[in-house]
């Protein structure tokens, strides 16, 4: 029973490993663009494939070659991993949950208030550091360049993005 779980232990983090590099490399890529939303999600897609890449190279090391200590700080990182992310999800939810879309009657988008989300995520839009981001990268994305050219009717029947109805 030791040597199997070590080699499915050993497998899934050889397939974690090799996941590691397109992400690296999806990091890298962005480093050829100046937009700035690209360049907002470089750091964050290096530093997340960086550290996938050396937690699966710690724990294959620790199955493939029976080094203790190698998997006692795979378990360990990997449990504080764990924590990380639902913490981060149930922040995610806590920020987001009292906002949403709104009906409007006749028409076949959704409303959407600032006023409806949670204090922190409002103070955070309204900074004028953190809008000006957001909105050059709003406005290199092209999306309200779209809008432009919609009749009235358009309005009334085509579905709009949030940043759209905005």
């Given at each position: 029973m030791y040597r199997f779980s070590n080699?499915?232990?050993?497998?899934?983090?050889?397939?974690?490993?090799l996941a590691s590099i397109p992400i690296i490399g999806a990091g890298l890529w962005m480093a050829r663009s100046s937009t700035t939303?690209?360049?907002f999600l470089q750091t964050?897609?290096?530093v997340v494939g960086f550290i996938i890449l050396i937690i699966s190279l710690t724990g294959f090391i620790g199955a493939c070659f029976h080094v203790a200590w190698a998997l006692w700080v795979y378990l360990?990182?990997?449990?504080?991993?764990i924590g990380a992310l639902m913490s981060l999800t149930i922040f995610g939810f806590v920020v987001t949950t009292q906002g949403g879309g709104v009906e409007v009657p006749g028409r076949m988008y959704k409303e959407y208030r600032l006023d409806s989300y949670s204090p922190w995520l409002r103070k955070?839009?309204?900074d004028p550091h953190y809008w000006m981001t957001v909105k050059t990268c709003i406005l290199g994305s092209k999306?309200?360049?779209?809008?432009v050219f919609w009749t009235p009717v358009d309005y009334l029947t085509k579905d709009m993005s949030p940043i759209q109805v905005q």
């Open positions: 080699t499915v232990i050993g497998l899934l983090n050889l397939f974690t490993l939303c690209e360049s964050p897609l290096l360990l990182v990997m449990i504080f991993l955070r839009i309204e999306t309200c360049a779209k809008v």
